[in-house]
């Protein structure tokens, strides 16, 4: 089992930055791929970014440039640095776990945060 809880979250203007995290606790950290994920209300979850136990990371093509997903094995931590927000980021994000790889699919991913939400004002 691996507890995920997310902080950071909250509101910015358009254009602005803010860093989500994730700390996680429960069977060894290091051996899973961590990701984000968020959802809009009234749309379903989406992948936003994840990152291998060795730092190899994959993004969504909607954040690419603008958002970096790190992780420090040492403090059971993933981060996402988002910049250059746009209103259509407006979500509750997500940080989730998986042990199958590196890869986008919500149904790969076994264990779930709770959320956070931003809120990107326009």
């Known amino acids: 089992q691996v507890q995920l809880i997310e902080s950071g979250g909250g509101l910015v203007q358009a254009g602005g930055s803010l860093r989500v995290s994730c700390a996680a606790s429960?069977?060894?950290?290091?051996?899973?791929?961590m990701g984000w994920f968020r959802q809009a209300p009234g749309k379903e979850r989406e992948f936003v970014a994840a990152?291998?136990?060795?730092?190899?990371?994959h993004y969504a093509d909607s954040v690419k440039g603008r958002f970096t997903i790190s992780r420090d094995n040492a403090k059971n931590t993933v981060y996402l640095q988002m910049n250059s927000l746009k209103h259509e980021d407006t979500a509750l994000y997500y940080c989730?776990?998986?042990?199958?790889?590196?890869?986008?699919?919500?149904?790969?991913?076994?264990?779930w945060g709770q959320g956070t939400q931003v809120t990107v004002s326009s």
């Open positions: 989730a776990a998986s042990d199958y790889g590196l890869d986008s699919r919500v149904s790969l991913y076994d264990y």
């Open positions: 429960g069977r060894s950290f290091r051996s899973y791929v």
């Open positions: 990152i291998s136990w060795t730092s190899v990371t």
